[in-house]
């Protein structure tokens, strides 16, 4: 049952300050930082291994913060690159947060490190309220995941400043309608790009990596309408008692699977 949770505001706006603080640091030691949201499933850390070996093949100084209710078996994986890597268990908390994010990142990556691909918690509603102090979000979803996925997760979708189609390979054998898939996306986040991968074929691998290497030098990224509104604007009066595991008592400013509240985070960059 909902009920109004009246800190909501206060724990957005002081991660939104903190993401704010850890955005400027990043730049000021030449660092973007990358978001990877996704459902669980959608081929995140496995694309993520081939962009980290494809960046160090091209010169490229790059790390990933990869988080996970439990298990280092995302970590494990992505080392595999050769490129430095840490692990985020959360203890079942569903997102990162921009504290856990300055905690993880005091004495690292290493110097000279240019990328930080963050690979958030496979979710696709709790991780999108929350500047991590990116300068670049991006949003995947494979093809088997139904072409209305951007529609029913428009906060996710619609704060993305480039949404990536993963498992492309796979799309006419899982009989995807990748017309539709293109009207769910523009109907969330007119305008923004959306690149077809795949992580088995390499299809699109290195297209995604030019993105993030044009916002290292300057590039402005898209801006997704939603993000030119202010999160105040926008809050529903959602609030949950919850009972999936957090070790916490952690008051979320959004709802859960069967009630997402379509909430712009408010901190994230001008863009």
């Not at 595991?245 to 863009?271: F, K």
Request: proline share 6%; with cysteine.
């Amino acid at each position: 049952m909902c009920r109004v949770v009246d800190v909501r505001q206060a724990v957005l706006a002081r991660n939104d300050g903190l993401a704010a603080g850890l955005r400027r640091e990043l730049d000021g030691r030449g660092i973007t930082a990358v978001n990877l949201l996704s459902s669980p499933g959608s081929g995140k850390t496995a694309l993520l291994e081939l962009l980290l070996a494809r960046a160090a093949g091209r010169g490229v100084p790059a790390a990933a913060l990869t988080a996970d209710l439990a298990t280092e078996n995302d970590a494990r994986r992505l080392a595999r690159s050769g490129a430095p890597v840490k692990q985020v268990l959360t203890g079942g908390l569903c997102h990162l947060e921009a504290a856990q994010m300055r905690g993880h990142l005091e004495g690292w990556p290493p110097e000279g490190t240019r990328v930080l691909f963050v690979e958030n918690v496979g979710n696709l509603v709790c991780p999108a309220a929350y500047d991590l102090g990116e300068t670049l979000r991006v949003v995947l979803m494979s093809v088997t995941e139904g072409e209305d996925k951007p529609v029913k997760y428009p906060t996710a979708f619609g704060l993305a400043n480039l949404v990536v189609l993963s498992k492309a390979d796979l799309g006419e054998a899982a009989g995807f309608d990748g017309d539709a898939f293109a009207e769910s996306v523009e109907r969330v986040n007119p305008g923004v790009e959306v690149l077809h991968t795949s992580a088995r074929t390499g299809q699109g691998v290195d297209a995604l990596l030019d993105r993030v290497l044009a916002v290292c030098e300057g590039a402005r990224p898209h801006r997704p309408p939603l993000a030119g509104r202010h999160l105040s604007e926008h809050r529903h009066e959602h609030g949950h008692e919850h009972s999936h595991g957090h070790p916490r008592d952690h008051e979320h400013p959004h709802a859960h699977p069967g009630g997402e509240s379509a909430l712009p985070g408010a901190g994230l960059p001008a863009r």
